[in-house]
């Protein structure tokens, strides 16, 4: 019989800030209503979620955390906070790719293809494109691509020739009216949250140890400029 796991996820990878605690197969969870002060945030939610739990840190097995790509100063920010956590309890911390998961927690058709899409520069998007059967499975491919908002919207279509095809994302704004009447269909990626972390997380543990934190970093997918478009 498979033994429950304690886990707690942070995800505030970009427009969102969320902690969840899963333990004996119930989801504690908060949600930060300021993003963009996430230094400030993450700790108080964290301890939120613990006490509501009823669950002391030390009785954590792991971490999880949604490693990006996404804001820079987010992602560094989340995984800051995760490490701390883990090295002070001895626990591993799980990075778990935001692209897929945020894919994986939409709850498409079988036949459906699902391009998540953040927002990378400004005017400029990570996008990819993920089966049913891939995002089901948990065996998720690392193929990014990086590309204007025409870009994101002429992947898309060519999808969408062959597939039911759902562009998830957060207020994405600049795309939406340019997929409008191309059979696409865009979805507001406000169901994605540390809580959407679990599943991957759970896989992840197994062989994972405390060894192995130093050696867990953001998966930014470009080099930071102090002068680009977003924070």
């Given at each position: ?57 030390q009785k954590l097995d ?109 207020k994405l704004d600049e ?57």
């Amino acid at each position: 019989m498979k033994q429950a796991m304690n886990i707690l996820a942070i995800e505030c990878t970009h427009e969102a800030l969320s902690v969840a605690v899963l333990t004996a197969g119930i989801v504690t969870e908060a949600v930060g209503v300021e993003w963009k002060r996430a230094a400030e945030s993450l700790v108080p939610l964290v301890e939120q979620v613990m006490a509501e739990n009823r669950l002391s840190l030390q009785k954590l097995d792991c971490l999880a955390v949604s490693s990006g790509p996404g804001s820079f100063t987010a992602l560094r920010i989340g995984m800051a906070v995760a490490k701390g956590i883990a090295y002070g309890l001895g626990i591993p911390l799980l990075p778990v790719p935001t692209m897929p998961a945020m894919a994986a927690s939409l709850l498409a058709g079988a036949d459906s293809m699902v391009m998540a899409v953040i927002p990378a520069r400004k005017g400029e998007y990570y996008y990819a494109v993920y089966s049913s059967e891939q995002l089901v499975s948990g065996v998720w491919h690392d193929e990014i691509e990086r590309g204007s908002a025409a870009d994101v919207v002429a992947a898309a279509a060519v999808v969408s020739r062959s597939h039911e095809t759902i562009v998830v994302g957060r207020k994405l704004d600049e795309l939406v009216p340019l997929l409008a009447g191309s059979g696409v269909v865009y979805r507001e990626a406000d169901f994605f949250s540390a809580r959407s972390l679990f599943h991957a997380a759970e896989r992840l543990f197994v062989g994972a140890d405390a060894e192995g934190l130093n050696g867990v970093t953001p998966n930014y997918r470009q080099m930071f400029s102090p002068n680009a478009g977003r924070g």
